[in-house]
């Protein structure tokens, strides 16, 4: 699909779950973006895993918590192992109780959660433009000048505002030429989403292990018998182009102590840990959102759920505006408020 307009209100740069939650929260307060994104469609890697109180909180305000809820499944605790003995365990049942009415830790894997808001988006009659990409754009005082990509054809595209949601390597950032301070942690990790026949692993908990071998975690899925499991790599194996994840399966044993039997690989994948923040997350009339904005490590699953929650925050100030219902000084509080 092509975009046919040649201005717009509000461009939104990237369709991950920080751009979808933006443009649905425009649509909630009456405001008709257009949003595009560089892939060619929606993706189906699991990433994120855990939805937060206060983003629960966001989807039933939206009428869209109970196929979240439904969808995915609570996390009971979460137990501590050291060189294969049990030494702590903590309750996760009551996480926040009479703070929420979503006190304890939802494991709903990030493709849904773009699903979820996907279909919003569709049912509000706002399309995504998949394979249209950003290149380049300049702003002034009174509009924003885009320079996409759409397919192989260029196309200028006018907007009043420009929300970048274009995650860690935003080309909005890069255009505004703010500064994404921070640093890369030496360690390398893996990630594996798989379907396990373990008989010792029952239960919806995440089992934390660690010893003299490394470290590593196991997050219950919310399909039968599917597990995440994250862990250090090996230092024989590390920066290994194409590692595979039977190459990994002997260290996890000595980690764990399990013999680890998978039926199914659904998704293996390596990555290093980063911490990074924009310098500024607006200037004048173009915003970062998400991880465009901030990144850090996915321990306290706080990667997604943060992105969604920038966007819920900036997206009735900037319809406000729009609108003209409230004065454009409302849109600095954005990051004097999401900014830590
Ligand atoms: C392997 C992995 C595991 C993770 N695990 C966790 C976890 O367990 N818990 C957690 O909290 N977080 C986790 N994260 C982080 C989490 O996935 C991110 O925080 C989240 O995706 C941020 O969402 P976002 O919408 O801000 O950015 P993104 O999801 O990165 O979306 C940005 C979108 O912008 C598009 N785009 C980029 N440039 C352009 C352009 N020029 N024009 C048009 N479109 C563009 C991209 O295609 C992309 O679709 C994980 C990430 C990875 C990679």
């Known amino acids: 699909m092509v975009i046919s307009e040649q201005r717009t209100k509000v461009l939104i740069v990237g369709a991950g779950p920080s751009g979808l939650m933006m443009a649905a929260q425009l649509l909630r307060h009456g405001v008709q973006p257009i949003i595009i994104d560089n892939r060619k469609g929606p993706t189906d890697q699991s990433k994120a895993l855990a939805v937060q109180a206060r983003t629960l909180e966001i989807y039933r305000q939206m009428g869209i918590v109970d196929r979240a809820l439904q969808g995915g499944k609570q996390a009971n605790g979460m137990v501590l192992n050291q060189d294969g003995r049990e030494v702590a365990s903590l309750s996760l049942t009551d996480v926040g109780k009479q703070q929420t009415l979503f006190p ?5 894997q990030q493709s849904k959660n773009e699903r979820l808001l996907l279909d919003f988006l569709t049912q509000n009659c706002c399309p995504v433009y998949w394979d249209t990409t950003l290149v380049s754009l300049k702003q002034n005082e009174q509009q924003v000048e885009a320079e996409l990509l759409s397919g192989t054809d260029n196309m200028p595209l006018i907007c009043d505002y420009v929300v970048g949601t274009d995650g860690a390597h935003s080309i909005v950032r890069k255009q505004l030429n703010i500064p994404f301070t921070g640093d890369t942690y030496a360690n390398e990790f893996f990630l594996a989403d798989l379907e396990l026949n373990n008989e010792e692993l029952t239960g919806m908990q995440v089992q934390l ?3 003299k071998a490394g470290m590593s975690a196991f997050f219950p899925l919310p399909e039968h018998n599917g597990y995440r499991i994250i862990g250090n790599i090996p230092i024989a194996s590390e920066g290994k182009p194409d590692l595979q994840l039977e190459e990994v399966l002997p260290h996890l044993k000595a980690v764990t102590g399990i013999d680890i039997k998978v039926v199914h690989n659904n998704w293996f994948t390596t990555y290093k840990l980063h911490h990074r923040m924009a310098d500024k997350f607006g200037l004048q009339r173009c915003f970062l959102v998400g991880d465009a904005a901030h990144i ?3 321990v306290g699953g706080q990667g997604m759920n943060t992105g969604l929650q920038d966007a819920y925050n900036l997206g009735w100030k900037l319809a406000g ?7 454009e000084t409302i849109l600095d509080s954005y990051a004097a408020e999401r900014m830590p």
């Open 104 to 108: 304890f830790v939802h494991l709903y």
């Open 209 to 211: 292990y660690w010893g």
């Open 296 to 298: 850090h490590s996915p």
């Open 321 to 327: 505006v729009v609108n003209r219902r409230l004065k």
